[in-house]
Nanobody, 123 residues
């Protein structure tokens, strides 16, 4: 069992930056690949980025490539999402998730989820 808690969301102007954090507790965090997804109201949850268990490989959605960076610190049981050059279309609730699968870009492949943190980008 893995418990995930996101933080770092908020309101930012277009072009600004935010860093999201996801703190994990429970067993064997370093065994899990971690990901960020996002969901805007009325839309399906969409993949943002994923990182493997030892942080040697990452994948990004085309919409965030070059602007967002996923990273992790296994010593702190935490995964991060650095978001730069934010756009209004990045507005959503952002969720972190954990899976033992690799590479997983579908929400169906993830076993554990946080409660989400709201990111709002104003134009």
């Amino acid at each position: 069992q893995v418990q995930l808690v996101e933080s770092g969301g908020g309101l930012v102007q277009a072009g600004g930056s935010l860093r999201l954090s996801c703190a994990a507790s429970g067993r064997s965090f370093s065994n899990y690949a971690m990901a960020w997804f996002r969901q805007d109201s009325g839309k399906e949850r969409e993949f943002v980025a994923t990182i493997n268990w030892r942080a040697s490989s990452t994948y990004y959605a085309d919409s965030v490539k070059g602007r967002f960076t996923i990273s992790r610190d296994n010593g702190k049981n935490t995964v991060y999402l650095q978001m730069n050059s934010l756009k209004p279309e990045d507005t959503a609730v952002y969720y972190c998730a954990a899976t033992l699968r690799w590479v997983a870009r579908s929400s169906r492949d993830y076993d554990y989820w946080g409660q989400g943190t709201q990111v709002t980008v104003s134009s």
